[in-house]
């Protein structure tokens, strides 16, 4: 019987840690600096709720959404969407249909689409970089 216990609880105990692994990270204390880049200047920062979000996305998917513009070497807008999952952010980026001076990813629970209009494309690079930085190392999944 008491083997029995002891081997439900090991059980247990690694399927919690294995679960662990499951939970979405938390967000970024900041995603959208003043200053981005060393050239990039924010002019505008939002918090907007789903029902607010200006991409054709599922609402109810969206657990929260940040949005920045910045001006520098150009303009851009950048969207930050917190999904309900990494499963739906890599389902949302498969999906996606590209345009034109627009780039879209995904990190974990995150999907980004950052706009831009005259950006230099060295100064545009550096900005995503920074911001993928900002998200954080993808998690490994096995």
């Not at 900041?30 to 990039?40: C, D, E, I, Q, Y």
């Not at 995150?110 to 190392?137: P, T």
Request: with cysteine.
């Amino acid at each position: 019987m008491a083997r029995r216990i002891g081997w439900w609880l090991a059980l247990g105990l690694a399927l919690s840690g294995a679960c662990g692994a499951c939970r979405p990270s938390p967000p970024p204390a900041v995603l959208f600096p003043p200053t981005m880049a060393g050239v990039w200047r924010r002019t505008t920062l939002q918090n907007l709720g789903p029902s607010d979000a200006p991409d054709p996305l599922p609402r109810t998917l969206i657990n929260h959404l940040q949005t920045a513009a910045y001006e520098g070497p150009g303009r851009l807008q950048a969207r930050v969407y917190e999904l309900e999952s990494p499963a739906v952010a890599l389902d949302l980026v498969q999906r996606w249909r590209p345009s034109a001076d627009t780039v879209f990813f995904y990190r974990d629970q995150y999907f980004v689409v950052i706009k831009w209009q005259d950006a230099d494309r060295r100064a545009l690079q550096a900005f995503v970089r920074e911001l993928e930085a900002r998200l954080g190392k993808p998690k490994q999944r096995f």
